[in-house]
């Protein structure tokens, strides 16, 4: 092993595992104190503040970030929207006192100056926030300290997510859950749409409606795309031959699959194993 100025060194007991159970082999890598140097050199680059944009994709969560003296700076437009305004700019500068019951003002201060006193994350807040009705709601909240470039604490950040909007975002999946774990496992046998549909609950045309408004993708394309992927952890792992991999993950013509691995994966299978083998 070696320091941080030696060559990156992986714990075999962390090494990750991939699909089929084997531990990943890694290709060496620059000395560490190299990449970090490479990783603070791209980051001053950044224009500032583009991370927050993520906040604005992810649903039922709310972000913001305030500064020492408690004032609003950041907030996405779910955060501003829950707290009775249109948009960030009119949220800007003004504090938990201005915008929530006193009760709540307190007990969300209380929180931020004990993360900016001690400089470290409180996680798993169970607080109530309220809802887009303005009453009380069970939310978790999530708080971090913000530093400045020389490393003081400058205000602090956080998530706010309700377990009723978590709920709902993750239902959807939990009722296909049946049928996606049976296409997990039989992944190379013959899509049974009927089947699936049954062990999901649900009539057929119900079955397909709800699989693509869930994963954006008709069960066949999920299907062909597992496949594809599981060929492709074999063709980087193992030497065998492109034509007996694709019988194994259910392609019946290796010209099939190789439209479809290439379709999917950008390359040729081959061509994906010149890059990515380990042989």
């Not at 003296?69 to 800007?92: D, H, P, Y």
């Not at 950040?157 to 975002?169: F, I, Q």
């Not at 694709?246 to 299978?269: C, N, T, W």
């Amino acid at each position: 092993m070696t320091g941080s100025g030696g060559v990156g060194y992986v714990h075999p007991n962390k090494t990750p595992f991939d699909s089929l159970g084997r531990r990943r082999t890694f290709p060496c890598m620059e000395p560490t104190s190299a990449r970090l140097r490479s990783r603070e050199a791209w980051a001053r680059r950044l224009q500032a503040g583009q991370f927050r944009q993520l906040f604005e994709l992810v649903p039922h969560t709310l972000f913001f970030a305030k500064d020492l003296e408690g004032r609003l700076m950041l907030a996405n437009t779910a955060f501003a929207q829950r707290c009775g305004f249109k948009s960030e700019a009119e949220i800007v500068g003004l504090r938990d006192e201005d915008i929530f019951p006193p009760a709540l003002a307190e007990r969300y201060g209380d929180g931020d100056r004990r993360v900016i006193a001690t400089g470290q994350p409180v996680l798993g807040i169970i607080e109530l926030f309220p809802n887009v009705l303005g009453e009380p709601d069970w939310c978790e909240t999530n708080k971090l300290p913000l530093h400045d470039r020389d490393g003081r604490v400058c205000g602090v950040c956080g998530t706010v997510r309700s377990y009723e909007g978590a709920r709902a975002a993750i239902q959807p999946y939990l009722d296909l859950a049946p049928s996606a774990d049976y296409l997990k496992e039989h992944y190379a046998e013959r899509l049974d749409v009927g089947k699936l549909a049954k062990l999901s609950g649900m009539s057929v045309r119900q079955f397909e409606r709800r699989f693509n408004q869930t994963f954006r993708m008709n069960p066949r394309t999920y299907l062909v795309r597992m496949r594809v992927a599981i060929a492709a952890e074999l063709l980087r792992t193992t030497s065998r031959r492109a034509t007996e991999i694709a019988l194994e993950v259910g392609f019946y013509d290796h010209s099939d699959f190789s439209r479809q691995f290439r379709k999917i994966m950008g390359v040729a299978p081959t061509d994906y194993r010149k890059q990515r083998g380990t042989g």
